[in-house]
Nanobody
Framework: QLQLVESGGGLVQPGGSLRLSCAASGFTLDNYVIGWFRQAPGKEREGVSCISSRDGNTAYTDVVKGRFTISRDNAKNTVYLQMNSLKPEDTAVYYC???????????????????????WGQGTQVTVSS
């Protein structure tokens, strides 16, 4: 069965860095879009970044551009989210999720809230606080 496992969350000070990992098992990420999403207490889930495991194309929400970088290592079947210059506003549970490319295009090529993504990990907590 398909599984996604996030890791790398924790407590960091403002301005610090953290790298999240999303390891996939039970399938290959060759033809998927992988997204990172986050949800803070009292707020709706929002898309952070997404990447095509096939060609490496990426997208970012405006508030993380220049600070976060998404990447993938297909040999390890893993997607990463490097987070630099972290702010308290980045505090949230971070989830990775996948959707195959056919359905990604069929449902509008959206990475905004994850409603079009089918498989989800359990989440990892990121807390940015002094």
């Amino acid at each position: 069965q398909l599984q996604l496992v996030e890791s790398g969350g924790g407590l960091v000070q403002p301005g610090g860095s953290l790298r999240l990992s999303c390891a996939a098992s039970g399938f290959t990420l060759d033809n998927y879009v992988i997204g990172w999403f986050r949800q803070a207490p009292g707020k709706e889930r929002e898309g952070v970044s997404c990447i095509s495991s096939r060609d490496g194309n990426t997208a970012y929400t405006d508030v993380v551009k220049g600070r976060f970088t998404i990447s993938r290592d297909n040999a390890k079947n893993t997607v990463y989210l490097q987070m630099n210059s972290l702010k308290p506003e980045d505090t949230a549970v971070y989830y990775c999720a996948t959707v195959d490319l056919i359905n990604f295009h069929a449902y509008g090529r959206r990475c905004d809230d994850g409603t079009n993504f089918g498989s989800w990990g359990q989440g990892t907590q990121v807390t940015v606080s002094s």
